[in-house]
């Protein structure tokens, strides 16, 4: 049975906005306007200090330099599938990516389990957990990792 909740429709909506972001060039190509809709203009994402995108991103302007980030980082970035745990205001996603990293072309697959909070029918804050920060920072590093 799948449950389908306003949550669930925006999440969907920014992450169909967010693959036709990057089909037609990310940052610097494509205008951040497909994705506005779905951010309050508040919104706070919260990325491992530990990832080469790490920190607190905020508002709309944040959230442009986040991608941009992210594209430096990654050449690829595909989430092949995804399972909302939980959903409500505060939603529970499951996401298989495969990526390729931009500097090293390593190719990786790892899950990242994100709580994001909907309000008003925009996502108003996002933490995404990842399984192994480290290893996700070695295969984007343009140097190699320290010995261990």
Do not use: K
């Not at 994402?45 to 508002?59: E, I, K, M, N, S």
């Not at 390593?106 to 008003?120: G, K, N, S």
């Not at 343009?142 to 010995?147: C, E, G, I, R």
Request: net charge negative; charged share 20%.
């Amino acid at each position: 049975m799948t449950i389908t909740t306003d949550s669930v429709r925006v999440l969907t909506g920014m992450y169909a906005a967010e693959a036709e972001y990057l089909a037609a060039g990310g940052p610097g190509e494509a205008s951040f306007d497909l994705l506005a809709p779905f951010f309050a203009v508040d919104v706070v994402l919260h990325q491992a200090d530990g990832l080469p995108y790490g920190g607190t991103w905020r508002g709309h302007p944040g959230m442009t330099r986040f991608f941009s980030a992210m594209s430096q980082a990654w050449a690829s970035f595909d989430m092949v599938e995804q399972e909302f745990l939980a959903t409500g205001e505060t939603a529970v996603v499951l996401t298989q990516v495969r990526a390729r990293a931009r500097a090293t072309g390593r190719e990786l697959t790892f899950p990242i389990l994100q709580t994001i909070r909907v309000r008003d029918g925009q996502i108003a804050e996002v933490r995404p957990f990842y399984w192994d920060t480290r290893a996700i920072a070695d295969a984007c590093a343009t140097t190699s990792p320290p010995a261990t």
